[in-house]
């Protein structure tokens, strides 16, 4: 290795406090994945390089909302054959890492659009409560997507409607609840819309 090659490589403890910083057990193993896979993974064997990389594809499934049972299955398969055959600590500390987060019961609930954490994108939604809307349109004045839409209240006028998020066109930025002066804007899990809904049907 030469020495600029070795001033880059990145250390483990290091991937293991960037995985740290995510609340999400399936988003820490993700980066955790990727990082080991940007820099202490040298590829030289098999069970390993080839793990590591399919590891992430089973991962990604989970954070997209397209896992199945099966993955869970084969993700553990993946760790476990890491740990067993990996030629040296850093493969088996990586598939030890993911084994330690799939512990928790959150890879099953994602399975169901649930991220606890509410950090995987596609199994979250922002919504505007209507009751709490007071139409200022700040949100809208931040929201790079045009995925708000409302008409501003103007002073001694009545008849506005609340604001609504177009959730087709929202990228989940999350500007817009952090402007939100009168908490009108929440966060929700995909499973605890679907909830609401069958409530309200
Ligand atoms: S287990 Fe170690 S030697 Fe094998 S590919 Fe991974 S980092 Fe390299
Ligand atoms: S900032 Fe809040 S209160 Fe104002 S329009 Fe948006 S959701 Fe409604
Ligand atoms: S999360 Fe981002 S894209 Fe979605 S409505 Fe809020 S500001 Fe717009």
Redesign the pocket.
Known sequence: MTPEEKKKEIKMEDVRAKAEEKKCPVQKSLVFVEEFLAGPMCGKCFPCSLGSYEARIRIKKFIEGTATEEDIATLKRIASNMIETSRCKKGKDTAKFIMENMDSNEYTEHLSSNCSSKECRNLIKYI??PE?????????DVCKDNA?I?E?RKPYLSGYP??EIVQKRCTKCGE?IK???????ELKSSKEMAEKESVGA
């Open positions: 505007i409560v709490q809307c007071t139409m200022c349109g700040i949100c809208q708000i409302g501003k609340p604001f817009c402007v939100c002066p009168y908490n009108a804007i």
